[in-house]
């Protein structure tokens, strides 16, 4: 049984639950070997804080799965604050996001529609013959993408997880622009939201930017840099 399973985050709406249980039914065998470790607002016990909780688990997902639907689409929640945080997340290769397309909608002008959706052909799964098929499918495509996740995890290169200021610097191609992004994730806060998952008023995900936000991260890359031997020199002489 592996030491480090995936974590997974479940953004969904509430109208498509009953997918969302039948597709982690499918994905059990995985837990049980060890290899996944999923998570959904469903966990979430009373007295907690429901936004803190979703914000910390999203934040720290290998895998974000946006189980796609009319609903999904039209809720503010989702889109505002899920939708942009997983998508910054999957751009800042800190995290992979995996679009789930369970009824028909027109999602093919969303930020996601550039990535690889399942079951296959982003077939819906409704329109299968039998969700079992098509969650069969689903589950096929899912344990690729997290075996190859696992592998990354265990070898030590951070990967599509663990967003780690240094490890944005170990991925080949990932450059300042991507490490900052993957700075303001640990800064970014959910700013009045509507409802959990239906459809409210529209909330924003406020995350630093601009000159402050740049600042910000200059120190956590100097400490990254330090501790792959960098030096810097301050102007006009001495180290730093």
């Given at each position: 049984?592996?030491?480090?399973?995936?974590?997974?985050?479940?953004?969904?709406?509430?109208?498509?639950?009953?997918?969302?249980?039948?597709?982690?039914?499918?994905?059990?065998?995985?837990?049980?070997?060890?290899?996944?470790?999923?998570?959904?607002?469903?966990?979430?016990?009373?007295?907690?804080?429901?936004?803190?909780?979703?914000?910390?688990?999203?934040?720290?997902?290998?895998?974000?799965?946006?189980?796609?639907?009319?609903?999904?689409?039209?809720?503010?929640?989702?889109?505002?604050?899920?939708?942009?945080?997983?998508?910054?997340?999957?751009?800042?290769?800190?995290?992979?996001?995996?679009?789930?397309?369970?009824?028909?909608?027109?999602?093919?002008?969303?930020?996601?529609?550039?990535?690889?959706?399942?079951?296959?052909?982003?077939?819906?799964?409704?329109?299968?013959?039998?969700?079992?098929?098509?969650?069969?499918?689903?589950?096929?495509?899912?344990e690729k993408a997290l075996e190859h996740i696992q592998r990354i995890k265990l070898g030590g290169g951070g990967g599509a997880g663990g967003a780690l200021p240094g490890d944005a610097l170990q991925r080949p191609g990932i450059g300042l622009g991507h490490f900052r992004q993957g700075t303001d994730a640990f800064s970014g806060l959910v700013r009045g939201a509507g409802g959990r998952r239906g459809v409210g008023r529209r909330g924003r995900w406020g995350v630093s930017g601009g000159e402050p936000g740049e600042q910000a991260a200059e120190p956590g890359l100097r400490l990254a840099l330090l501790g792959r031997g960098v030096r810097f020199r301050r102007r006009g002489g001495g180290g730093l």
């Open positions: 049984m592996s030491s480090s399973p995936v974590t997974l985050f479940y953004s969904y709406a509430h109208e498509d639950e009953v997918f969302r249980e039948e597709l982690e039914k499918q994905l059990t065998i995985f837990q049980h070997i060890g290899l996944l470790s999923s998570w959904n607002d469903r966990e979430i016990v009373a007295g907690q804080e429901w936004g803190e909780e979703i914000r910390r688990e999203l934040e720290s997902a290998d895998v974000i799965l946006f189980l796609v639907s009319a609903d999904f689409i039209a809720s503010n929640y989702c889109w505002d604050v899920e939708v942009k945080r997983g998508m910054e997340r999957h751009a800042a290769g800190s995290a992979r996001v995996i679009p789930v397309i369970l009824r028909p909608v027109k999602w093919e002008k969303a930020p996601f529609a550039k990535l690889q959706a399942l079951p296959k052909d982003g077939k819906p799964v409704s329109q299968w013959t039998s969700w079992d098929e098509a969650l069969y499918n689903v589950a096929e495509g899912l």
